[in-house]
T-cell receptor, first 117, second 111 residues
């Protein structure tokens, strides 16, 4: 029972490089999201998706793109990496009831630590 | 006012102590509340949901106060293994799964 799987675990990029952080879940969850976590800032929502083919921006979307071609996968693309994107990135998923979302917690992947030099 | 606020701590307590954390939220339309535990350099893991009537899971009790817009987490008989950062999560609006997280409260249980 894999849950939410993120790859890679660690990545170092140079400024201006691009890369894709992978996220896959095997729980048939409709909702998937990406957060970044920085010291003192807590978790901040980057992008989210409520189903295949549907994505939307969160609190801090600039510099990131996402797509959702399947229910299982939700990759996060950094278009041109900047030092400000140095962070820990978490993918999370949950079962979306389509109504009041009582007690549908987020399940997190184990994170990707990204350093941009 | 931030959407979700927590005292960052650290709370340093001896083993066996009872400790309580609060988390205040600004959106009165929020309906879903959770407590997560995060160990150093690990992902957040769900500790417990917070129900309107309050709920208990072993040594942990969660409560919701809608009038004052805060949730609380009480840990009784603290163990060394309870040392972690505790995050509260509140959904942004009445419908939907977008959550706002507090910055976390760090707990250290001392022998």
């Amino acid at each position: 029972n894999a849950g939410v799987t993120q790859t890679p675990k660690f990545q170092v990029l140079k400024t201006g490089q691009s890369m894709t952080l992978q996220c896959a879940q095997d729980m048939n969850h409709e909702y998937m999201s990406w957060y970044r976590q920085d010291p003192g800032m807590g978790l901040r929502l980057i992008h989210y998706s409520v189903g295949a083919g549907i994505t939307d921006q969160g609190e801090v979307p600039n510099g990131y793109n996402v797509s959702r071609s399947t229910t299982e996968d939700f990759p996060l693309r950094l278009l041109s990496a900047a030092p400000s994107q140095t962070s820990v990135y978490f993918c999370a998923s949950s079962y979306s009831l389509g109504g009041p979302s009582y007690n549908s917690p987020l399940h997190f992947g184990n994170g990707t630590r990204l350093t941009v030099t | 006012r931030k959407e979700v606020e927590q005292d960052p701590g650290p709370f340093n307590v001896p083993e066996g102590a009872t400790v309580a954390f609060n988390c205040t939220y600004s959106n009165s339309a929020s309906q879903s509340f959770f407590w997560y535990r995060q160990d150093c350099r690990k992902e957040p893991k769900l500790l417990m949901s917070v129900y309107s009537s309050g709920n208990e899971d072993g040594r942990f009790t969660a409560q919701l106060n809608r009038a004052s817009q805060y949730i609380s987490l009480l840990i009784r008989d603290s163990k060394l293994s309870d040392s972690a950062t505790y995050l509260c999560a509140v959904n942004k609006d009445n419908y939907g799964q977008n959550f706002v997280f507090g910055p976390g409260t760090r707990l250290s249980v001392l022998p």
